[in-house]
């Protein structure tokens, strides 16, 4: 047996959904630089779970079923009151809600195709609602019920603050989703082909990959981020900062990636908006630290930034609490999460690797009585 660590380089699916060659990235044929000067979030819904753009009924009709879906049942608004909710991390939260949620979909255990469809929507739909009413409920605000003339993007940030948002706002996170909406074979997408692969259903392999996702090695790396540039503080500090954590071999939150080797071509895209955001906001300071960090990270180590890298600031910028930035992630990611699950079940075998045992040979079992 051949053991890969970390699984690297290992091609564990076919699939049409997206794909990384030569860094580049793109969702069924289209560059990502492309849809994310162009497209909103709902094309890219459409694109991923249909494998082409939609046209103008098409989209319409998308929206209007993500705005039909988008309200939460009102036992998992009662749950959120149940939680010790300020030591509840939000992506537990989201974890948590989405499960509850399969217990309230009575077509949960349907496995035919059009019920999985409408499984999709009312779990995508939703997303946006479970984050933005937890992070009230949790500072004491009724949660905001989403309205249907907004886009997606914009219901998110009206539902967190029950503000009508402004348009930049609105298209800097249209704009995130986008760039966060799908990647290949990641570890919360393969996590979530891993569950289903087994015939489960859809809520638990959205479960799955959320916990995966949660972690600072994967989507946990935009919090990580923030915290790290809080921490920081200043322009002044970075050079001390991260050069004695580089020393240290400790790892630069926000850097490298498993298939990107060149760069990841996302980051260019939340850079320009971290600028735009940062400046408007009054606080330059954090595009400048990120910018410092990142040229000591790519001399010293010749590591790019990741998506997470500048995410971080744009989201601050935004005004959005910190810990909901992987959960914003998550908002974005379940509509890839749904294409692979679709997928997968369309051409399912279980998924089921082989481990090269490292521990004692064989050992004869001994009574408790005997043992010392
Ligand atoms: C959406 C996403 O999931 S994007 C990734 C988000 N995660 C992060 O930003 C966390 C920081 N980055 C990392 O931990 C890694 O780069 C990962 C997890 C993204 C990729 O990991 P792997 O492909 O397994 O690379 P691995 O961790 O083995 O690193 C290879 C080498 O680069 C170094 N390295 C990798 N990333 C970093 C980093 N961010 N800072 C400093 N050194 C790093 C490692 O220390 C290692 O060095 P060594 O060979 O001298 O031991
Ligand atoms: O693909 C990966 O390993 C990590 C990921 O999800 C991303 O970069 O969006």
């Not at 009662?78 to 949620?101: C, D, G, Q, W």
């Not at 989403?146 to 930049?168: H, Q, T, V, W």
């Not at 600028?275 to 300071?285: N, Y």
Request: aromatic fraction near 8%.
């Amino acid at each position: 047996m051949t053991v890969t660590r970390g699984l690297e380089g290992v091609v564990a699916t076919t699939s049409s959904i997206s794909s990384i060659i030569d860094d580049t990235l793109t969702y069924v044929g289209y560059d990502i630089d492309d849809l994310a000067e162009n497209a909103s979030f709902e094309e890219v819904i459409y694109l991923l779970w249909h494998r082409q753009l939609p046209n103008k009924v098409q989209l319409e009709e998308l929206k209007n079923q993500l705005a039909e879906n988008a309200e939460l049942p009102k036992e998992v608004l009662e749950h959120f009151k149940m939680y010790p909710i300020n030591k509840v991390h939000p992506m537990a939260a989201l974890r948590t809600a989405v499960s509850l949620l399969g217990l309230y979909d009575e077509e949960v255990d349907l496995m035919d195709k059009e019920s999985n469809y409408k499984k999709a929507i009312r779990l995508q739909a939703k997303m946006p609602a479970i984050v933005t009413a937890f992070a009230r409920i949790r500072k004491g605000l009724e949660p905001i019920a989403p309205r249907k003339d907004l886009c997606f993007a914009a219901n998110f940030l009206y539902m967190l603050s029950g503000k009508e948002p402004e348009a930049i706002a609105v298209e800097a996170l249209d704009k995130a989703l986008v760039l966060h909406a799908d990647h290949e074979l990641n570890a919360s997408t393969f996590t979530a082909r891993v569950c289903v692969a087994t015939l489960s259903d859809v809520y638990s392999g959205v479960t799955s990959a959320i916990g995966a996702l949660k972690g600072p090695l994967h989507g946990g790396a935009n919090e990580a981020v923030m915290n790290m540039l809080s921490e920081i503080g200043t322009l002044e500090n970075v050079d001390t900062y991260i050069r004695e954590k580089l020393e240290k071999k400790e790892k630069i939150m926000g850097f490298g990636h498993r298939v990107y080797r060149k760069g990841d071509p996302r980051a260019k895209h939340l850079r320009a908006m971290s600028q735009k955001l940062t400046e408007l906001t009054g606080e330059p300071h954090w595009f400048e630290m990120c910018t410092q960090i990142e040229s000591i990270v790519t001399g010293e180590k010749n590591l790019p930034p990741n998506v997470d890298f500048y995410s971080a600031s744009v989201y601050h910028s935004l005004g959005i609490d910190h810990d909901l930035f992987t959960p914003i992630f998550a908002v974005s990611r379940v509509s890839g999460w749904l294409a692979h699950i679709l997928e997968q079940y369309e051409n399912n075998r279980l998924i089921r690797p082989r481990a090269e045992y490292t521990g004692p040979g064989m050992q004869k079992y001994i009574p408790i009585e005997q043992r010392g």
